[in-house]
């Protein structure tokens, strides 16, 4: 019956997304942000000659620069939800549909694509601080291991978030087999 689903079983049923679960969702991502701000702050005040954690004082501009890119892409996400919500209320397939319709834009796919890589740009550079500001990986050879161990994570992540992105945007995942 929908073309996106190619006959399959509809998802009629009452979506996962409920007005008390947005809520709960929108208070858990601005107490985040509001952290996430705090960090940056009081990370700015223990060390503002120094780079801290991170590898040079350019690795910690872009980790500034990407994380706001990111938490761009959760606050918008967070909106469409708000957006879908109000418009259909919490039915599944209507979700669905009015999410691969405004996905299918270039430009809208061009945001998520670039949020989702500064995501895991932002996850790969942050896990590799957090565990230099622990003690650990100190030494450089070990240092670089460790970036690279988490870059390759930070990528798989984001290969899995835009092959999900995928199946809104063209109604199949690439490496699903479906």
């Excluded at 709960?24 to 702050?41: I, M, N, S």
Aim: proline content about 4%; charged content about 10%; aromatic content about 12%.
């Amino acid at each position: 019956m929908w073309p996106a689903l190619r006959g399959a079983s509809s998802f009629a049923a009452a979506s996962p997304v409920t007005w008390l679960s947005l809520v709960a969702y929108t208070v858990v991502v601005f107490v985040f942000l509001g952290a996430y701000a705090r960090g940056w702050t009081s990370l700015g005040q223990e060390a503002p000659a120094g780079a801290g954690p991170y590898r040079s004082d350019g690795c910690r501009r872009l980790q500034k620069l990407v994380g706001g890119l990111a938490w761009a892409l959760v606050v918008a996400h967070l909106i469409l939800h708000w957006f879908m919500t109000v418009r259909v209320g919490p039915v599944a397939l209507s979700h669905y549909e009015l999410l691969r319709g405004f996905l299918s834009r270039p430009p809208v796919v061009g945001f998520y694509v670039l949020g989702l890589a500064a995501l895991g740009l932002f996850l790969s550079q942050g896990i590799a601080a957090s565990f230099r500001a622990w003690g650990l990986a100190r030494r450089p050879e070990s240092s670089r291991w460790l970036e690279v161990g988490c870059t390759l994570a930070a990528a798989v992540m984001v290969l899995m978030a835009i092959n999900v992105l995928s199946h809104f945007v063209t109604g199949r995942a690439y490496w699903m087999g479906s």
